[in-house]
């Protein structure tokens, strides 16, 4: 019989397999026809993900559904087998099949699915099991298919609404306040907030209960009506699905982490905390605590500050992408810019003198895979007058790049030019100016990505570092230092503000690319275009912050620990130890270490304590 | 279980939805003992029987088989039993060859059929597929074989051929057959044990050759006497018909009404007249 259940498998197998297969077939004739420069495999993986769970479904549903059509129920009752052997030749083979489905899943899911992947691992990976375990407890519901195939579908709705309540509950409990974590956002992201030991215990002793219910009143299946059978396993499903639901809250209740927060130090020294469990936000000073009205996420990289604004991009709500602009003096948040529907905004914003500029993409893009082209608008946004500027960009080529990055502008005496790189290719990166009107002009490459401080665009090639002027009409070499080494300059912290303030020095590191490795820190002294080491004498693990002046930071880091070891100033070639740190973790659910312009914020199992810098000298709170 | 026991039912119970199909019913059935179970309509005769055959499970009872009875020696056919129907015959012999160990399969009965191997068994007539179920079920050599109103539903070529692979499995196996039958005129040769069954009991227990003895029929025109059990009475216009049992010979001496022999098929009317009769109360 077993032979008989793994043909039938297999051959559901094939049928789910060809229809895949025609689907693709007809997607592949679509995009052939509109000439679609899409990867074959960006709708592949989607489309196999969704089937392998409808397979799922109906490997669980179909359990006897060949014997209920050929009415040979009451033939197969008489075999020589009893019910749980029946039942475990019924299941081994469509088990095997759905482990097979799996791991193919996790091959395709590794082999580039991660990226276009809408449901993430994790809660895939429970979901299909779940499903299946679900659509078998109910295959004998009712002899009609479609009855339990409809039941299936309405029981496991009411399955995810209960994983969902479930955490809420010990959300609850645990004192954290209401749980508004969106269940797109579950589904999406996996249930991250849950340490994934826990969450596998509170997926299955929510599960349990159905298939133990069903394997118990299988014991007794027989020709009977079925609400004969349902009457037993309702009897047996009442009180395991209770047992079930006390263990799985306390599952959740003992896995469930501290909820997420974010902070963020203004340059007027109050403290921004964002909760991602309940996306409140408050802001504290020295006595106060104020709740924002609206949630706000700003971050040191992606925000802009000036004297009385921080601007952000905001992507919780669903499907709106706008600009925030915060108050720092009367906490008011307004919205600056909100795209079209279809579209998605960049999340870093910068600033030149009066102007945000940001990107704006058709949905569906990801800096990852996107290609220039077609996609890409740019908007600026004036702080004064509020008005907004977008202009599509008119690209002169197309290049497939994996990211992208404004770091610069200048202005001529009649137009103001931003400067963006595009990664495409190994140690490989072309320059662009980017006028008001969106028109995309090349300029140059580098090796590595350039920089343009004190009016000098800086860039790389093997053998040297050059430093050029920018003219309207041509770039003009200023000095070549010849430099072998693997020099990466650090512009990261000075892209939120591009304007331009008089640098003394440009911070780098050199890096050994095979190893990875950093292998010293440098400073470019650009009053003289010297580069010069800067000594010492410890592990350069770690990450170099420069906050649009001449002091730099470098955090020295114990990645394999996920540890932060001790904070340094540099200043020039100077460099100080600020302070060690014991056991303070980089991030984790309940620690973070974040470091800001004004200063340092650490979250130590939940505590925070925020210490200005380059003092150290630690900022009050009272209501933190 | 005394050794010559092949099957031991002990208070059983089935409930259909709040109706009792068997109610705390014990029995026990002999290796070698062809039994016939009767009774009107909905009495619980197949639900009993599919029970022995592992298909209906009791709400409460025990069934104990013989040391020596294996599931697989075990066989069940029933007028409403489909077989695999998408299978050919071909493929279905195999199939339950390999469910049931049977390593040579009597492909006799099929051939006297005619029957091709290719055809698939949703093709299949009625009686053919009475046979081949037969042979599936004869193949097995089964010690027990439960048979569930197949003969009423048969052609006489059919019934025959299906009858005489009773006997047959009857003297080479040494196998216990239980029938559920509304009809006796071909098969009636056959039972040694009569069960009738009324309302989830059986009502009569009766060996074959006692039961003639233990009932007969009264023919005259008036009432009789009331210490005479009466079963059943059939009365028209002409005469009145009573059906005596249980019968004593002392009978015959006391009373001078001609207690007449009467065959199995009306033997087994009476009881079931007698059940209606005693529903219509």
Redesign the interface.
């Known amino acids: 019989m077993l032979k008989k259940e793994f043909k039938e498998v297999f051959k559901q197998m094939l049928y789910f397999l060809l229809i895949i297969f025609l689907i693709l077939c007809a997607e592949f004739i679509e995009r052939v026809i509109s000439k679609s420069t899409f990867q074959f495999f960006d709708s592949f993986f989607p489309i196999f993900q969704f089937g392998i769970l409808f397979m799922a479904f109906f490997f669980g549903i179909s359990l006897f559904s060949s014997e209920v059509r050929q009415k040979g129920t009451e033939y197969i009752l008489s075999f020589p087998y009893s019910r749980l052997k029946l039942l475990c030749i019924k299941v081994a083979p469509r088990a095997i099949a759905m482990i097979l489905f799996y791991l193919l899943y996790i091959v395709f899911y590794y082999l580039g699915g991660k990226n276009i992947s809408i449901i993430a691992i994790v809660s895939f990976s429970y979901f299909f099991f779940a499903l299946f375990l679900i659509s078998i407890s109910f295959s004998s519901v009712r002899d009609n298919f479609l009855v339990n195939a409809i039941t299936v579908l309405f029981v496991f709705s009411g399955f995810l609404a209960l994983v969902y309540a479930v955490y809420s509950i010990a959300h609850v409990l645990k004192g954290y306040g209401l749980f508004c974590f969106p269940f797109k956002s579950i589904f999406m992201a996996g249930v991250s907030f849950v340490e994934p030991k826990f969450t596998f215990f509170v997926i299955l002793f929510l599960v349990l209960p159905f298939i133990t219910s069903f394997v118990l009143a299988f014991r007794k299946f027989d020709i009977r009506s079925c609400s004969i059978f349902n009457k037993r396993y309702i009897k047996l499903f009442i009180p395991t699905f209770i047992a079930g639901l006390i263990l799985s809250i306390f599952f959740a209740y003992s896995g469930i982490h501290n909820p997420y927060k974010s902070y963020y130090l203004t340059e007027n020294h109050k403290l921004i905390e964002t909760n991602y469990f309940n996306f409140n936000s408050c802001i504290y000073d020295n006595e106060s605590k104020i709740k924002l009205k609206e949630s706000i996420e700003p971050y040191s990289w992606s925000s802009v500050e000036d004297e009385k604004h921080i601007y952000m991009s905001d992507w919780s709500e669903k499907d709106v992408y706008k600009v925030q602009r915060f108050n720092k003096i009367n906490n008011h948040i307004e919205t600056s810019y909100t795209s079209n529907k279809k579209n998605r905004l960049s999340w870093r914003l910068q600033k030149y003198k009066d102007e945000i500029i940001l990107f704006e993409r058709e949905k569906g893009e990801s800096p990852y895979s996107t290609k220039v082209g077609k996609v890409r608008s740019l908007i600026l946004i004036n702080t004064v007058t509020k008005a907004i500027n977008k202009e599509k960009l008119k690209f002169q080529n197309k290049w497939k790049h994996i990211s992208s990055f404004l770091f610069g502008v200048y202005e001529t005496s009649n137009e103001r030019l931003w400067l963006k790189y595009f990664h495409i290719g190994k140690n490989l990166y072309q320059i662009v100016e980017i006028n008001k009107h969106g028109n995309v002009k090349e300029i140059g490459k580098s090796k590595n990505p350039p920089l343009y401080v004190n009016n000098i665009l800086i860039t790389n090639d093997e053998q040297n570092i050059i430093f050029e002027s920018l003219t309207q009409k041509e770039k003009k070499i200023i000095k070549k230092i010849p430099e072998k080494r693997d020099i990466h300059f650090n512009p990261r912290w000075f892209r939120p503000n591009l304007n331009h303030e008089k640098k003394r020095f440009i911070y780098a590191s050199a890096w050994d690319m095979k190893k990875k490795k950093r292998k010293k820190l440098l400073v470019l002294n650009l009053e003289n275009f010297k580069i010069k080491d800067i000594k010492t004498d410890f592990n350069l693990d770690g990450y170099l912050r420069v906050f649009n002046s001449d002091i730099a930071y470098f955090t020295q880091i114990d990645f394999k620990n996920n540890l932060i070891k001790a904070l340094y100033k540099i200043d020039g070639e100077k460099i100080k130890l600020l302070k060690r740190f014991k056991n303070v973790e980089r991030f984790g659910e309940d620690s973070s270490f974040e470091i800001f312009k004004p200063g340092i914020v650490i979250r130590k199992k939940g505590k925070v304590s925020v210490f200005s810098l380059p003092d150290l000298k630690e900022l009050k709170f009272k209501k933190l | 279980m005394i050794n010559n026991e092949i099957i031991k039912v002990k208070n059983l119970n089935i409930n259909?939805?709040k109706h009792m199909a068997i109610d705390n019913l014990s029995i026990s059935f002999n290796k070698g003992e062809t039994v016939l179970i009767t009774g009107r309509n909905g009495s619980g005769k197949t639900t009993f029987l599919?029970c022995l055959?592992?298909?209906?499970?009791p709400d409460s009872g025990l069934i104990q088989f013989g040391n020596k009875v294996?599931?697989?020696k075990?066989g069940?056919i029933?007028d409403?039993?489909?077989?695999?129907?998408?299978y050919t015959l071909e493929q279905g012999i195999a199939?339950h060859s390999?469910?049931?160990g049977i390593d040579k399969f009597n492909f006799s009965l099929i051939n006297q059929l005619n029957l091709k191997y290719e055809r698939k068994i949703?093709t299949l007539s009625a009686g053919e597929r009475a046979i081949y179920h037969l042979s599936l079920i004869i193949s097995q050599k089964p010690e027990l074989l439960l048979i569930d109103e197949i003969i009423h539903m048969i052609d006489a070529y059919i019934r025959e051929l299906f009858l005489e692979a009773l006997i047959e499995l009857i003297n080479d196996v040494n196998t216990t057959i239980i029938m559920v039958n509304h009809t006796f005129s071909e098969t009636g040769r056959i039972p040694e044990r009569i069960l009738i069954m009324e309302q989830g009991k059986f009502i009569l227990d009766e060996k074959r050759e006692n039961l003639n003895k233990k009932i007969k029929k009264i023919i005259t025109h008036k009432e009789i006497e009331e210490d005479i059990p009466v079963l059943f009475k059939k009365e028209s216009s002409i005469q009145k018909e009573f059906y005596i049992y249980p019968f004593k010979e002392e009978f015959n001496s006391k009373y001078k009404y001609d207690f007449q022999d009467i065959n199995l098929t009306e033997i087994i009317k009476s009881f079931i007249g007698g059940c209606y009769a005693k529903k219509r109360v």
Not at chain 2, 53 to 57: A, D, M, N
């Open positions: 259909f939805n599919k055959g592992g298909i209906l499970f294996s599931k697989r075990i069940v029933s409403k039993m489909s077989l695999l129907e998408d199939f390999e469910i049931f949703k």
